[in-house]
């Protein structure tokens, strides 16, 4: 089986392309990748050496697609994945659209011309702030938790948030460009007839994750708390209680395997997946963990709210375990172990990832 991966010497894409490689015997993989993001050279030849074909190429240029090999699936995971982008200084609105929506069509138009599948990884971010901040939620062991004694919306329980939760703006830019992104790509694939499956993750998180604050939280906080770099606990009360479960690729990369083996061609074709409630952590939480594993280092205290930032989410993902026998096989424990690890090894990464 070939496979194509836009954005493969990202974080997400090099770690599914090294995941789906041994979990699969006859996988051929190839990727295109624009460079841009600082770090994603490193990743270049640790995948030339795992066999994939890398070529260099922008998905916003339509002339790039031309001499792609042809694949049976695409996995898009080429995005600006930062909540923030379009609204903070470095990235604007117009480049937003450009990198996670128009440059989508090319890919959807590659699927078309070569019948391929489309793996479209989405993000929890396509939900209603406003439903999301007013959720019922008290404080234990210095972290939010869903109060289930009152009442909930639909589509949200102690598991998690479900597909059925509410997507009503604001969403933030970001969340509305995966949103569209997600309704675009299932009509692409209805009307020309090539299966596509959207999995909405949780925070993907591991070691060689270029994280910044504004995204890969945990690799960002993991490695700036042992480089004693300032830390800060932003918005609610700024104490660090704001919680999100953390996600290896290398379980999505189970779940796209099993979406890869699935012939169904009709019901339900979005899912909802993450770490869950077992893997889930507040920044207070994780502080904690990197004090007793580093040292002492305590963060700064800011209450003043930030664009989007949301309490609690954490992804409930039932639905693939019932329907593709998903399951978490990398525990929260081991993932920040492995990212603490990498920034023993790696003093300067937060430097290579452009910090």
């Known amino acids: ?52 074909e890398f070529i ?24 600006n994945p930062s909540v923030l982008a379009g609204v903070q200084a470095g990235f604007s609105s117009r480049q937003l659209f450009e990198h996670n929506l128009s440059s989508l069509v090319n890919v959807l138009e590659y699927c078309k011309k070569h019948s391929a599948g489309l793996i479209l990884v989405s993000s929890s971010r396509v939900y209603s702030i406003p439903a999301l901040a007013s959720l019922p939620l008290r404080d234990e062991r210095n972290a939010f938790v869903l109060d289930c004694s009152a009442p909930l ?27 569209a992104a ?8 209805e009307a020309f007839g090539f299966p596509v499956w959207i999995d909405r993750c949780g925070v993907l998180a591991g070691a060689g994750q270029f994280g910044t604050p504004d995204q890969g939280i945990f690799s960002y906080w993991i490695h700036a708390h042992h480089a004693r770099r300032p830390l800060r606990y932003i918005g609610f009360d700024g104490a660090g209680k704001q919680v999100r479960d953390a996600f290896h690729p290398a379980d999505l990369a189970g779940l796209i395997d099993a979406q890869f ?35 002492p280092h305590p963060p700064a205290s800011d209450p003043r709210p930030r664009p989007y930032d949301v309490p609690w989410l954490i992804m409930d993902s039932r639905d693939a375990a019932v329907d593709f026998g ?30």
Not at 182 to 189: K, N, P, Q
Not at 335 to 343: D, F, P, S, T
């Open 1 to 52: 089986m070939r496979v194509l991966i836009t954005g493969i010497c990202g974080f997400a894409g090099s770690a599914l392309a090294e995941s789906l490689l041994g979990r699969r015997e006859g996988l051929s993989i190839a990727g295109i990748d624009n460079l841009m993001r600082p770090g994603s050279e490193t990743n270049r030849n640790r995948l030339r050496k795992m066999g994939v």
């Open 56 to 79: 260099h190429g922008d998905i916003r240029q339509s002339s790039d697609f031309e001499n792609l090999p042809a694949a049976d699936w695409v996995i898009d995971a080429a995005a």
């Open 153 to 179: 919306p639909p589509g949200v329980s102690a598991e998690g948030v479900t597909r059925d939760f509410s997507t009503a703006p604001p969403i933030s830019l970001y969340g509305s460009l995966k949103l």
């Open 182 to 189: 997600e309704t675009i790509a299932l009509e692409y694939g």
């Open 261 to 295: 083996r699935t012939g169904r061609r009709r019901g339900e074709r979005i899912y909802t997946v993450g770490g869950g409630a077992r893997n889930a952590c507040s920044l207070a939480m994780l502080n904690a963990w990197c004090d007793a594993r580093f040292g």
């Open 326 to 355: 998903f399951k978490i096989e990398t525990p929260l424990e081991k993932i920040l172990e492995q990212i603490a690890a990498h920034a023993e090894a790696h003093s300067q990464w937060l430097e290579t990832s452009g910090l």
